[in-house]
């Protein structure tokens, strides 16, 4: 069957017809016979095996029985109604019930014929019960298509409830195979089938759906994952490739006296091995003809923000204008402080725009950005707004991108009439599987390295009732002169419980802690812009010993002095927060702390979080746990999981898989950017169907 018949709507098959076809369509979202044949089973149970009555196990799992029903009777129960039939071999008999869909079931029975059941036992006041079992008159059974193991498809209620149980869906199955005559048009080229030892389609497809042994089926189930994940990679290579061929950038071809003066006598301190490999990464990638559309990824604290800067400098050495916008204004400017000290020192002019600029600065920043006076930019999505036009921007670098969608950075590259360079800056590390699969059409710098001499903050988990250690280990620390966070969960912007949490800590707080020895700063969500940035910059200042807030200062705050990170009620944070706070400290020469209270309350993945951050610093290996506990969908947002939402490869289990898909796929295009030889004919065949039915590009800008 080649693809084109493979189009064909589902209600052209054999046994399916109108009703059917919309239930599958509905329930399942098949349409076509490629669907159909794409419905992969969840799970494959044992069918060789028939069990007599009297065998039965009272924790018996799934099992297969011949038999016949000998009686039927409806009983009555608290609400409505159930069925129950008796069925019988020559060693016993048991029950069989079903408590949905009985109308059906009545009128296709047949009393007195040899069935096969299959299903799960119960075991009730002396007899064993099924229900809901799956049945099939042994003269089909014995006619039907036999595999070792049985394919169990994803179904639904509904779908269950109508009768499309898993046999019925097995027979629609059978009948396509039997329509294709099992023969399946290939979808990979000789070359990587030989050279990856691959099954073929034909044979995956048939194993996959039937199998005949379990060697046949992994190596189905090897094959097609592959092919799942090899199409997508080759279609973020390729956007990636058309994107630099077609997207003509601003060649930076030089490196000026900006980045030359501030390297050689202002930088502060020694570049990490890292953070070297990173700008040469970006310096060439900046010097190319084609648009820069790149992720640097890094750790907390792994020095992200030099980086950042360094970038800016070989725009301005260009003629160009920069800009750098960060998701909160305490953010922006933070960044706008740490950088002016440098752009002064190299007459360089820089600006900063939020939402609470006043008008006067506005027009004067408006003004200097369309002459072209002012050189760096920094803000929030402020910065976004129409009225802000540059005169020359060359490069946009966002800073903590998981907080921007994809609409915002395509507004960035409507600021000049040639694309800007854009430099994306993550916040949390992504997982490298993750990262392939949603960034794989972005290239990648990876900080991976922190600067020397830090200490790793020491991380202990407390209990709320030993609240009372904690305070004396805080004011053990103040006296030595640190600084404190307190950081309460604030989940939703308008939870009054959550504020009413945060201020009854708070008050406890400067009960326990009161002036004139102790000074208490606190910022939250509700406070004016000019409130908080006055708690904050007392803070700053050392005027304030104790920092109480809520999350607003997740992102990016850096007072070197704090040494202890308390955060309240953890076990409602999440895996990324946990991380992002507790690189508020640690930040200074002295040893830092995080301390994680929590209630004794604590679900499985509470416990785990916990357990991951007392156990490591390293931002990489705690993505991955983040992953496994939530899922690619939840930590990418909805946005962008319609690219994960894979038929049958898995991206966390997978990962091995996933990286020998990239392996290839780039292998293949660096030979054969076109895939025009005639041995890569069936890759662009397939690929081109692929984007013609399934479009996976709408997800990225
Ligand atoms: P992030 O990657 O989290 O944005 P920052 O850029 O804020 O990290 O850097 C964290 C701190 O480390 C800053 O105080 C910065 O000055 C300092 N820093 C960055 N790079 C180095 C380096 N190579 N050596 C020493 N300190 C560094
Ligand atoms: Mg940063």
């Known amino acids: 069957m080649n693809t084109n018949h493979l189009q064909t709507p589902i209600d052209y098959l054999k046994g399916v017809g109108p009703n059917r076809a919309d239930l599958l369509r509905k329930e399942l979202g098949i349409h076509t016979y490629q669907d159909l044949i794409n419905l992969f089973p969840n799970r494959y149970i044992d069918r060789t095996r028939y069990y007599k009555v009297n065998q039965l196990q009272r924790n018996s799992t799934e099992v297969q029985v011949i038999g016949t029903i000998t009686n039927l009777k409806e009983v009555a129960q608290k609400r409505g109604k159930r069925l129950v039939a008796t069925f019988q071999d020559d060693t016993g008999q048991i029950e069989l019930v079903w408590f949905r869909g009985q109308k059906w079931i009545r009128e296709s029975i047949k009393l007195n014929k040899q069935y096969v059941i299959f299903g799960k036992t119960n075991w009730y ?20 298509l036999r595999s070792a193991m049985q394919a169990v498809y994803p179904s639904t209620e509904k779908l269950s409830n109508k ?17 294709a005559k099992s023969n399946f048009s290939e979808t990979i080229s000789v070359q990587l089938l030989s050279e990856l030892k691959l099954i073929s389609k034909s044979e995956a497809l048939f194993n996959i759906h039937f199998p005949k042994n379990q060697v046949l089926l992994a190596q189905a189930q090897y094959r097609l994952k592959f092919e799942e994940l090899f199409y997508i990679q080759l279609q973020l290579i390729i956007k990636n490739l058309i994107h630099k061929s077609k997207i003509k950038g601003f060649p930076f071809t030089k490196v000026g006296d900006n980045f030359n ?21 970006i310096r060439q990638d900046l010097g190319s003809n084609a648009q820069m559309n790149r992720l640097l990824q890094g750790d907390v604290g792994s020095g992200k923000t030099i980086v950042a800067l360094m970038s800016m400098f070989i725009a301005l050495d260009n003629g160009f204008q920069a800009c750098l916008m960060a998701p909160t204004a305490i953010l922006s400017a933070q960044h706008y402080h740490g950088l002016q000290e440098y752009c002064n020192q190299l007459n360089i002019s820089i600006k900063i725009l939020v939402s609470s600029t006043n008008t006067s600065e506005r027009r004067k920043i408006h003004e200097s950005l369309e002459n072209g006076s002012l050189d760096i930019l920094i803000g929030t999505h402020a910065l976004l707004e129409d009225k802000v036009k540059f005169k020359n921007l060359g490069l946009a670098i966002i800073d903590e991108q998981h907080k921007f969608g994809v609409a915002q950075r395509s507004k960035l590259w409507k600021k000049n009439t040639t694309p800007p360079h854009i430099l994306i800056m993550t916040a949390t590390p992504i997982p490298r599987t993750l990262a392939m699969s949603v960034y794989g059409d972005l290239d990648m710098s990876i900080i991976d390295e922190l600067p020397p001499g830090r200490k790793p903050v020491k991380t202990v988990h407390r209990f709320d009732s030993n609240r009372l250690k904690v305070f004396r280990f805080i004011k053990d620390e103040i006296q030595k002169g640190r600084q404190i966070y307190i950081v309460y969960p604030l989940i939703q912007e308008s939870s009054t419980l959550d504020y009413k949490d945060l201020m009854d800590g708070y008050e406890s707080i400067v009960r326990d802690f009161s002036q004139p020895e102790y000074q208490v700063s606190i910022v939250h969500g509700k406070m004016k812009p000019e409130a908080k940035d006055y708690e904050m910059q007392r803070f700053v200042e050392g005027k304030t010993q104790i920092m109480v807030a809520t999350t607003v200062i997740e992102v990016g705050v850096n007072v070197p002095n704090a040494s202890v990170m308390i955060i ?10 946990l991380h992002q706070l507790r690189g508020r400290v640690g930040r200074g020469a002295d040893q830092s702390y995080c301390i994680l209270m929590t209630s004794h309350k604590l679900s499985n993945d509470s416990k785990v979080r916990l357990e991951t951050m007392t156990r490591t610093n390293d931002g990489f290996e705690i993505a991955e746990v983040d992953l496994k506990l939530r899922g690619p969908g939840d930590i990418m947002g909805t946005q962008q999981s ?12 997978d990962r091995d898989i996933l990286q020998h898909a990239r392996f290839y796929a780039q292998r293949i295009l660096k030979q054969d950017p076109n895939l025009s030889s005639s041995e890569n004919k069936v890759l662009l065949d397939t690929y081109k169907q692929l984007s013609k039915y399934k479009n996976i590009w709408n997800y990225i800008g």
Do not use: C, W
């Open 261 to 281: 003066t501030f390297f050689k006598e202002y930088l502060p301190f020694d570049l990490t091995n890292a953070q070297k490999r990173v700008i040469k990464e």
């Open 163 to 179: 009768g499309i149980t898993n046999r019925v869906v097995h027979k629609i199955m059978q009948q396509l195979f039997i329509e």
């Open 642 to 653: 319609g690219v994960l939402n894979l038929k049958i490869a898995d991206i966390i289990k």
């Open 125 to 144: 006041n002396g007899t064993f019960s099924m229900p809901h079992p799956e049945m099939e008159l042994l003269e089909d059974h014995e006619k039907s």
């Open 568 to 577: 309240e009620s953890a076990e409602r944070f999440g895996l990324s927060q």
